[in-house]
């Protein structure tokens, strides 16, 4: 019998089977479901989730529950991975395991307005435990997995409750000003290339430039050349 995971009280678990769990947590969050229905799916190669947020404050402002979400999966993989792992974030959703891709988290809202309320965001998370049998190591340098990384033995079932407990916890920090800026603080130390020259791949475009920082709600403030400019965190967002 499969092993099934234990969430915190906040949370309900929903096992998606081979499923999609982010088309299954959409389809919910639109039905009306409570916040923190929690669809999950894993397979010997990925492990995927979807978590319903029902966010009190505007959207421009609740895009940091994908900030929350991100970190709280580094301090899942620091409690479980080898100690000498690597886990770093970039400001568009993706995690890096020892500089190279191995996941990523994204954010869905069917709102547009980035002043007005959303009735429900849903965070999904996608995460490579093990690369294809025919593909060889080094093959796919910019991509790895968690089992080529030296964190096979990290169980996925695991790994899901532990993010799930961290990410309840930030997430629950939000809604004070204190939380906010400790989930900034946590974030500017795992965050990929601040400081320095970086690609960020956004819908429609590339942009190349300086990552300089971010604003309070997560915008990035990049200079390219002469032009310093903000991109906003819903340029991320996934419209549904």
């Not at 669809?39 to 895009?63: D, I, K």
């Not at 395991?97 to 869905?108: K, Q, T």
Request: charged content about 20%.
């Amino acid at each position: 019998m499969s092993q099934l995971p234990v969430f915190p009280p906040l949370l309900t678990g929903l096992a998606a089977g081979p499923a999609n769990p982010v088309a299954i947590a959409v389809a919910q969050a639109e039905r009306g479901v409570e916040a923190g229905l929690l669809v999950w799916s894993q397979t010997e190669e990925r492990l995927r989730a979807a978590l319903v947020l029902a966010p009190e404050t505007h959207l421009e402002e609740a895009m940091a529950g994908i900030m929350a979400c991100a970190v709280a999966m580094q301090n899942a993989l620091g409690v479980l991975a080898p100690p000498e792992t690597s886990v770093h974030l970039d400001w568009t959703g993706e995690l890096r395991l020892n500089g190279a891709h191995v996941g990523g988290l994204r954010m869905i809202c069917p709102e547009t307005d980035a002043k007005a309320e959303p009735l429900w965001m849903v965070v999904a998370l996608d995460l490579t435990l093990r690369l294809p049998d025919n593909l060889e190591p080094g093959q796919t340098p910019n991509w790895t997995a968690l089992n080529q990384e030296g964190c096979g033995e990290v169980d996925g079932i695991t790994l899901l409750e532990t993010w799930a407990r961290h990410s309840l916890l930030w997430l629950n920090g939000l809604d004070d000003p204190a939380g906010r800026s400790a989930l900034y603080r946590e974030w500017k130390g795992l965050v990929w290339n601040l400081g320095k020259e970086t690609s960020v791949a956004l819908p429609g475009e590339t942009l190349r430039g300086m990552f300089l920082g971010v604003d309070q709600n997560f915008g990035m403030i990049l200079k390219t050349g002469d032009d310093t400019r903000l991109l906003p965190l819903t340029r991320i967002l996934e419209r549904n």
